[in-house]
């Protein structure tokens, strides 16, 4: 079993214990619990990264609104370390209290590649990862991170964050874990019934046959013909579809570079999101 601390202090002393044993570089992978097989695809690069693995569980409040589901957020901190095993050397699992004092008054303010789609309808949400990430980092001093791909508009993010801030960390990025119908692995996908499951495996087919419209119909066509079939698929809700650089997300109207084609999509309460390249 890794070793738990829940103290920023026992934190700082734990590394500083693996820095002492010699000149093995550190990973981190920031998490928020509820671990599953995309999670310990991140945990497997990590090791592949670095000599020491350290993986933090911590559902952050400040990167959910008033009305979504930090309450309800699954935590399952006994299973969770049971699946990790001796995969990782130290699991730092906070409360709210330790990572945010009752006088905590500074928060990281984005810009970049958070503008627009998740931004459009979270306006919180990348202000509240970059200020926890950015403890986090500071806290551990990991040589590399990983992050999922799944969550793609909050990788460059975190890019963009750690180069702006001159951070000495490298951000791996790490490949989207599916299910067998296509479906990106989430804790979130706990929530939905036998026949939401069955709709939310339509969501990566539905981009899969964007991306290849893509290469020959306008951009905006191919956007709004894959929320129209998301609709058609049984989503309650299509918050976005978006055919974007894949550098800065920057809207494009051409395949002239590297593109990302990212989507958000609601089916019953359960809000999915997913991307791929184009």
């Given at each position: 079993?890794?070793?738990?601390?829940?103290?920023?202090?026992?934190?700082?002393?734990?590394?500083?214990?693996?820095?002492?044993?010699?000149?093995?570089?550190?990973?981190l992978?920031?998490?928020?619990?509820?671990?599953?097989?995309?999670?310990?695809?991140?945990?497997?690069?990590?090791?592949?990264?670095?000599?020491?693995?350290?993986v933090?569980?911590?559902?952050?409040?400040?990167?959910?609104?008033?009305?979504?589901?930090?309450?309800?957020?699954?935590?399952?901190?006994?299973?969770?370390?049971r699946?990790?095993?001796?995969?990782?050397q130290?699991?730092?699992?906070?409360?709210?209290?330790?990572m945010?004092?009752?006088?905590?008054?500074?928060?990281?303010?984005?810009?970049?590649?958070?503008?627009?789609?998740?931004?459009?309808?979270?306006?919180?949400?990348?202000?509240?990862?970059?200020?926890?990430?950015?403890?986090?980092?500071?806290?551990?001093?990991?040589?590399?991170?990983?992050?999922?791909?799944?969550?793609?508009?909050?990788?460059?993010?975190?890019?963009?964050?750690?180069?702006?801030?001159?951070?000495?960390?490298?951000?791996?990025?790490?490949?989207?874990?599916?299910?067998?119908?296509?479906?990106?692995?989430?804790?979130?996908?706990?929530?939905?019934?036998?026949a939401?499951?069955?709709?939310?495996?339509?969501?990566?087919?539905?981009?899969?046959?964007?991306?290849?419209?893509?290469?020959r119909?306008?951009?905006?066509?191919?956007?709004?013909?894959a929320?129209?079939?998301?609709g058609?698929?049984?989503?309650?809700?299509?918050?976005?579809?978006?055919?974007?650089?894949?550098?800065?997300?920057?809207?494009?109207?051409?395949?002239?570079?590297?593109?990302?084609?990212?989507?958000?999509a609601?089916?019953?309460?359960?809000?999915?999101?997913?991307?791929?390249?184009?």
């Amino acid at each position: 079993m890794p070793h738990l601390v829940k103290s920023l202090a026992e934190l700082r002393q734990a590394v500083s214990s693996l820095r002492r044993l010699g000149n093995g570089r550190i990973a981190l992978v920031p998490t928020m619990g509820a671990l599953h097989a995309g999670h310990m695809c991140l945990v497997d690069q990590a090791r592949a990264h670095g000599d020491y693995v350290v993986v933090s569980i911590f559902v952050n409040p400040t990167q959910f609104a008033p009305h979504e589901d930090f309450d309800a957020y699954p935590r399952t901190l006994d299973s969770d370390l049971r699946q990790l095993g001796d995969l990782a050397q130290i699991v730092f699992a906070p409360t709210v209290r330790e990572m945010y004092r009752q006088e905590h008054a500074t928060t990281i303010s984005v810009g970049g590649p958070s503008a627009g789609l998740e931004t459009d309808f979270r306006p919180h949400f990348f202000s509240g990862v970059a200020t926890v990430v950015a403890k986090l980092l500071i806290a551990v001093g990991p040589d590399t991170a990983m992050f999922g791909e799944k969550d793609y508009q909050q990788l460059l993010v975190v890019r963009q964050m750690v180069t702006d801030l001159a951070l000495p960390v490298g951000i791996i990025g790490v490949a989207t874990l599916r299910e067998a119908d296509g479906l990106a692995l989430s804790s979130r996908n706990a929530y939905l019934s036998k026949a939401e499951r069955e709709i939310a495996g339509k969501l990566n087919l539905i981009l899969k046959q964007a991306a290849v419209m893509a290469w020959r119909d306008d951009l905006r066509t191919v956007e709004a013909w894959a929320v129209q079939a998301l609709g058609e698929a049984g989503f309650s809700q299509v918050d976005y579809v978006a055919i974007r650089d894949a550098q800065t997300l920057k809207e494009i109207g051409s395949l002239q570079r590297p593109a990302r084609l990212l989507a958000a999509a609601t089916v019953g309460k359960t809000r999915l999101i997913d991307n791929m390249a184009v």
